[in-house]
């Protein structure tokens, strides 16, 4: 495989978890209505900023790129099942 393979790889891989990314995003608002103040102030203060941060990061498309978006990805993940209904909110 081509360094050029490589980079259109990780590029692929990288523009794949940011539409994960937004995907969670508008689940997130979806039910954050609902949530309380200590899950709403930890998406303002501590999830959404990362969001743009790692958009941003994400324009290099270089492997460090690929694992923090592939990182908040997971994250988002826990946070969108903690707001979902019938789980368990701690």
Do not use: C
């Not at 994250?75 to 701690?90: D, M, T």
Request: proline share 2%; net charge negative.
């Amino acid at each position: 495989m081509t360094a050029k393979e490589i980079t259109n790889d990780v590029k692929a891989e990288v523009n794949k978890q940011l539409e994960r990314l937004g995907t969670l995003r508008d689940e997130v608002k979806l039910h954050l209505h609902l949530a309380s103040l200590d899950v709403k102030q930890e998406w303002n203060d501590k999830l959404e900023p990362r969001i743009h941060q790692a958009q941003e990061t994400a324009l290099d498309a270089s492997e460090a790129s690929k694992t923090a978006v592939h990182e908040l990805v997971s994250h988002l993940e826990g946070f969108v099942a903690k707001l979902r209904p019938g789980s368990q909110k701690s």
